[in-house]
Structure formats: structure tokens, C-alpha cells
């Protein structure tokens, strides 16, 4: 859409890049560190759209290429009149066994966290094996229960509308 890209690596303990060099998949940009605040070594990763600021930030899940086999899952929890659900838990499930909880995550809190352009999500599963699986999804207090088919090298967007 024309503006700018920014990624934010954080906590690295040592970068191998200048500030406005252009990179290519593939280039080491830096070493995994515990820099900052961090209680151990990892990677604190942002991708930005439009400018380089903490309000212009989208989950770096949708920016990354999933590993050989799995896929994305980009999902929106709305209410009636299409409104995000904020701070409402996720689970996934294998369809072959919908007792068995696989993964969890938490819809983003309201105004904290900013949905993709091109997905308006407020929850994201990324390195999901492809495959079927049922999501189970608990607004006040009435369940949700829609599957869901994963293909590998893709994201599926999937909508929850409650009420």
C-alpha cells in the first residue's frame, strides 16, 4: 500500500546492521540477546506499518512465513454489530480429538493492541500444523464452536460473531 515497513528486534546483544540499511530475507541483522529488560535471552520482535512508532505496530505473526507444513490462523471474536471482543480466551483443538486443548491464546485488549489492515484480527495462532480444528470461544457465559480447516503455507481467517 506504499508505506514504509519498520521491524524492531529487541534485546539483541549484538547488531550486525546500520540504522537505515535495506536487508533482504535471509541477512543476519543481529544476535539474540537479553539487552533491556529481559529475564533471559530471546527475541522481541515488531513489525510497524506506516511509521516507526509503538501505535503503528501489527502482530508479527501475519509477517512471517510459516515453517514447511503449517499454516496461520487470523481469527476476529465480534459482537452482533461486528464490534471486537477484547481480552476474551481462544482455544484450539484438534477436530480429531476437540477434548484436547492444543494451543490458547487471549483476544487483544481493547485500544492496546492494533489488528492487521488486511486481516482486522484480534487473535492470531501462527506455526499451526495444517489440518482441522474446532475453536472454542466462551462470551458471557454461551459457548462457540467453529471449525476450522488450516492449510499449510497459508493463513485462514476465521470470524466469531456472538450474541
Request: with cysteine; charged share 20%.
Amino acid at each position: 500500500e506504499g508505506r514504509p515497513i519498520y521491524c524492531l528486534y529487541g534485546h539483541l546483544s549484538e547488531t550486525r546492521v546500520a540504522l537505515g540499511q535495506w536487508v533482504s530475507r535471509g541477512d543476519l541483522v543481529g544476535l539474540v540477546g537479553m539487552s533491556g529488560i529481559a529475564l533471559g535471552p530471546h527475541l522481541h520482535l515488531e513489525v510497524r506499518v506506516g511509521e516507526n512508532s509503538y501505535w503503528a505496530t501489527r502482530n508479527p505473526e501475519l509477517w512471517l512465513q510459516p515453517f514447511a507444513g503449517q499454516g496461520a490462523l487470523a481469527g476476529r471474536v465480534v459482537d452482533a454489530a461486528g464490534q471486537p471482543i477484547p481480552e476474551t480466551l481462544v482455544t484450539v483443538h484438534p477436530a480429531s480429538d476437540p477434548d484436547k486443548r492444543w494451543r490458547e491464546t487471549w483476544t487483544y485488549p481493547m485500544d492496546k493492541v492494533n489488528g492487521d489492515d488486511a486481516w482486522p484480527e484480534n487473535f492470531v495462532f501462527g506455526d499451526v500444523p495444517a489440518g482441522d480444528y474446532v475453536v472454542k470461544v466462551r462470551v458471557q457465559g454461551e459457548w462457540f464452536f467453529p471449525q476450522v480447516q488450516v492449510e499449510a503455507g497459508k493463513t485462514t481467517r476465521l470470524e466469531i460473531k456472538v450474541g
